[in-house]
């Protein structure tokens, strides 16, 4: 009697899918990076010679095997992993044959050209269709496929401005500020992947693909949650709190004997237990504080009694007592300073894949946790081409000397 064969390891959730990535910058990137976590094939397709814009976006610079700086920013490694890199000059009509062919065997496309941008290349959604009727084509524009802006670029800090985020962003007494990361980019990216996802279980059922029209504008409006409904129920433009919240108090830093914290009160229990710890017990029978509602409306005479209690002590004695009160409250960590809190430590935060230059390439691991679905097979953003022809003999059957002749063509 033989013993039992060992289980195959789970597939990653998204094996068997096939995204060809025609997008660049963080955006576009940022949702197929994700897709890739996940375990879908993404074949990123760059210019030969040139790439993504963003791998020229440094200081800082990658580092190989030997401490030397590569030409590897730390940018577009932000952006890439777990992906394949494959040069073709999409403008040349030879290079269009070779992304029609990859397109019949692709599941979803990727793009974030302008409005039309892709037409004259005979790559926009109607072309590709034709050729797999199955195909999930995601653009991603500054201002959506229609309307009067249609046409123009965006970005993701003119964008922070228009969509309102900025002026909820800073302090009263300073000028608008944008968030500190591209966080349009970011949101916009992480609402294509669930449309694509959710075009792919739709595809389950019809068989049929279809076309994803997804603007930095429209996420960045939609991403305004409470403050949009604040303007759009309350009929007045909400303004710049600092690092308050317009609808909790108290909800916002403070600062300490030594420095500063971050104070969530988020219901009354927890302010009755704050003000116990604090030595304000009274406040919480004041009709003037008992409630949210009230503290919200009386906060110019709230905040300055607690500011004045927090300074009494330091941060991380504060810390530690609000915690054992079950108080949400947190320090304001440098990124160096997240990144060893113990926490990030046992999540794993920080990765090191093995890079093809030498060395390895730091990431930043993916927050999604799949029981069932093993995320651990991440590879290191892959040099400009380094897979042009695995992909083009594995998918395409292109012969060397084929290959080779693209090659002195400038085609690949």
């Not at 033989?2 to 997008?23: C, E, H, K, N, Y």
């Not at 433009?237 to 317009?246: C, D, K, S, V, Y």
Request: some cysteine; glycine content about 10%.
């Amino acid at each position: 009697m033989t013993d039992a064969a060992a289980p195959s390891p789970p597939a990653q959730a998204l094996s068997g899918i096939r995204v060809l990535d025609l997008s660049r910058v963080l955006a576009g990137p940022w949702a197929t990076q994700a897709l890739g976590d996940l375990g879908a094939e993404v074949i990123k397709i760059e210019k030969p010679g040139e790439g993504d814009d963003t791998r020229g976006w440094g200081p800082p610079w990658l580092s190989d095997g030997e401490g030397n700086p590569t030409r590897e920013s730390a940018y577009f490694l932000a952006a890439n992993r777990s992906k394949r890199s494959v040069t073709i000059d999409m403008a040349r009509p030879e290079g269009q044959a070779l992304i029609h062919a990859l397109t019949r065997e692709s599941d979803v496309v990727v793009e974030n050209f302008k409005v039309g941008g892709l037409k004259r290349y005979g790559l926009d959604y109607d072309s590709l269709a034709a050729l797999n009727p199955r195909l999930i084509y995601c653009s991603i524009t500054g201002f959506g496929q229609d309307g009067p802006e249609a046409g123009r670029a965006g970005y993701d800090f003119m964008i922070q401005g228009m969509s309102g985020l900025m002026s909820v962003t800073g302090s009263p007494e300073t000028e608008p500020q944008k968030v500190g990361v591209a966080l349009v980019d970011i949101l916009t990216g992480l609402n294509a992947t669930i449309a694509i996802l959710a075009a792919l279980e739709q595809r389950h059922r019809t068989g049929r693909g279809q076309r994803i029209d997804i603007a930095l504008f429209d996420v960045a409006v939609a991403s305004l949650a409470n403050q949009a409904l604040n303007f759009l129920v309350g009929g007045s433009a909400p303004r710049r709190l600092g690092n308050a919240h317009p609808n909790i108090v108290p909800y916002q830093a403070f600062e300490t004997a030594d420095g500063h914290l971050i104070l969530a009160v988020g219901n009354d229990a927890q302010f009755a237990r704050f003000c116990r710890l604090a030595d304000l017990a009274s406040l919480a029978e004041d009709a003037r504080y008992a409630t949210n509602r009230e503290r919200v409306a009386h906060r110019e005479t709230l905040v300055p009694l607690i500011a004045a209690a927090l300074k009494r002590q330091t941060t991380a004695e504060w810390l530690a007592m609000l915690d054992t009160a079950g108080i949400p409250a947190g320090p304001i960590n440098t990124i160096a300073q997240a990144f060893a809190e113990p926490q990030a430590l046992a999540r794993g935060f920080a990765m090191n894949l093995p890079h093809p230059l030498g060395g390895t390439a730091s990431g930043v691991r993916s927050p999604l946790r799949l029981a069932d679905s093993p995320m651990d097979s991440a590879t290191a953003p892959p040099l400009l081409g380094q897979h042009t022809d695995e992909v083009l003999e594995t998918r395409l059957g292109l012969s060397a000397a084929e290959r080779q002749a693209l090659r002195a063509a400038g085609i690949i």
